[in-house]
Structures are given as C-alpha cells and as structure tokens.
C-alpha cells in the first residue's frame, strides 16, 4: 500500500505516547474488510467531506513517545481537513493513561509491557453501527467476512495511490430489502438492522454531530431506538466513536478482562465490573482499550486483588 503517482503526502503529529503499529493489529487479525485497511505498514481509510468521500492513507513512524504520521491524499486541498482526522484516529491519549497508571498497578503494569496502546476511533458513525451490528453473537473473523461483502456490495469503492478501500454508503443500504442483505449470508435480524439504522441516518433521524451534544444517558437512549442495537453497542459508540470515557460492563471480553485484572480471574456481573473501575475517570475508554489488547495478547493474568489500586 505504499503511495505512488501525483499522490500527496503531509505530515501529522500525534500525541503520545503512541504505539500506532501495536493499536491497529486488531485490524488485520480477523481479516480485511475492506473500510479500516491495515496491512501491517498503511492504513487505509475515509473521510466524508461535505458531499465527497476522500481516501486516505497513513504511515506511522517516531517512537511511542514522539510518534509521528505521514498521510496522503490525492487532492492537496483535502490536506488540512484530513490531518484533522489522522490526528483523531485513536481515543484518548497517553497522558491520561500515564496519569491513571501512576495510581492504578494494573494500568501500571499493563502499560510498561504495552506501552503507547490506544483503542482505534470510529470516526463515522454509520459504520462504527454496522460494524457492531454485523460482530453480534458470532466471531470476529466471519463479521470481517460479512462487513467485506457488505462494502463490496453496497459501499463506495474509492482509491488513494492506487490503492482500494470502501465507505459504506447509507443510501444505497436505505434502498435496500433486507432481503438483498440477507444473500450476504447476515442473519435476517442483522440485516433488518443494517436497513433500518440507514434509513435512520438518511432520514435525519440519526445524526454525529447532534448525537455528540447529548450527554451519555440521552445519547445512549436515542441508540437503542434503533433496530439491532442495545445498551453495549449503545455504549461501544459512546466510547469508539464519540471518544467518551465510556465503560462497556456488558461485553462479555470487557467483564472478562476486568474479572481477570481487578476480581482475581472471576467473572463479574455488569455493575461489579462497573464498580471495580469507577476509578478510571477520564481514562476509562483507553484503559479499556489497554485491558482488551492485553487479553487478547495473553498478558492478562489474574492480578491485583478486589480494586487494583494502592
């Protein structure tokens, strides 16, 4: 995916500290689905700006603690507007993780042998929705293969030195019978969802910047009006793609994680998990991040007894 042709190419400092490399693994393990693009060395993305969609791509160099990014566009004056979004392309930032870590020994600890991890942000908000939808009740790997089928499908396919990648386009699945989703092998449920979170966000009835004034209670209330999504998925958006300090307790990885951290390896219902991080603040949504990475890569053990903090 290296940039090739009269592609331009500007650069983009980020906030650390920032393993970029490290936080965009969970991209690739379960496959390619063709909208958030990483290969291992550039990611490919979009970016609605006013009527037009733009591509992008993006490589990340520095070091965790001056990390440093070099984007590129085809139009230069795409430049400015997407900088601004390379420079929001992970939730948080390391200065609040650092902070927490220095009362918290779990996030002190997680953080020493995963430095600079930071969830990836969902910027858009149609597919931070689809791509929850299309991840209910079943593996990652075949929710990969399905959003693929979906982007190739019904997704607009643009390019950025020579390279692919797709945006989902609401109004092409708004004008869809579920049915036509359906054959893409989503359940009948899923693809109803799909549907009916697009005609929501055709219709006005669903709207980002509308949606970020609210606050976390109201926002997650307007979400669940909408077919196929609950609470945690309510919740995902909140933290992913609003960049809110959001605890997701009712993901069954996220109890999972804290029970293994804070609870001595048990499984925590939703409020004991809630409780046992009340502590992280303004840090939750990183932390969370952090505490997911380190499950998945297996440096997750049972820990620091019932609060982990001293």
């Known amino acids: 995916m290296s940039a090739a ?8 400092r980020l906030s650390g500290p920032l393993d970029a490399p490290a936080s965009l693994e969970g991209l690739r393990r379960y496959g390619d689905d063709g909208l958030d693009r990483w290969d291992g060395v550039t990611l490919l993305r979009t970016v609605r700006l006013a009527d037009r969609t733009v591509a992008y791509a993006v490589r990340f160099g520095g070091s965790p603690a001056r990390p440093l990014a070099r984007a590129t566009v085809e139009d230069a004056g795409d430049a400015a507007a997407v900088r601004a979004t390379v420079q929001q392309t992970f939730v948080g930032d390391g200065g609040t993780l650092a902070a927490l870590a220095e009362v918290d020994p779990v996030v002190a600890r997680l953080w020493a042998r995963h430095p600079g991890v930071r969830p990836l942000r969902q910027p858009d908000l149609f597919t931070a929705l689809v791509r929850s939808i299309t991840a209910q009740q079943v593996n990652l790997r075949w929710a990969t293969t399905t959003r693929r089928r979906l982007a190739e499908a019904f997704g607009e396919r643009v390019a950025v030195a020579g390279q692919p990648v797709y945006r989902l386009d609401p109004q092409r699945l ?116 952090l505490l997911l990475h380190a499950l998945v890569a297996g440096t997750l053990a049972p820990g620091s007894g019932a609060s982990g903090r001293e």
């Open 174 to 289: 708004a004008a869809c019978d579920p049915a036509e989703i359906r054959a893409l092998q989503l359940t009948t449920a899923k693809a109803r969802a799909v549907v009916g979170v697009a005609r929501a966000m055709v219709g006005g009835d669903l709207d980002t910047a509308w949606l970020a004034a609210l606050p976390d209670a109201e926002a997650v209330a307007e979400l669940v009006r909408l077919p196929g999504i609950g609470p945690w998925t309510a919740d995902w958006i909140l933290a992913r793609t609003l960049g809110r300090p959001r605890v997701v307790a009712g993901d069954l990885g996220v109890r999972r994680a804290i029970g293994l951290a804070y609870l001595g390896g048990r499984m925590p219902a939703e409020p004991e998990a809630r409780a046992a991080v009340a502590h992280w603040g303004p840090a939750a949504a990183a932390a969370q991040g």
């Open 5 to 12: 042709g009269g592609a331009h190419t500007l650069p983009v």
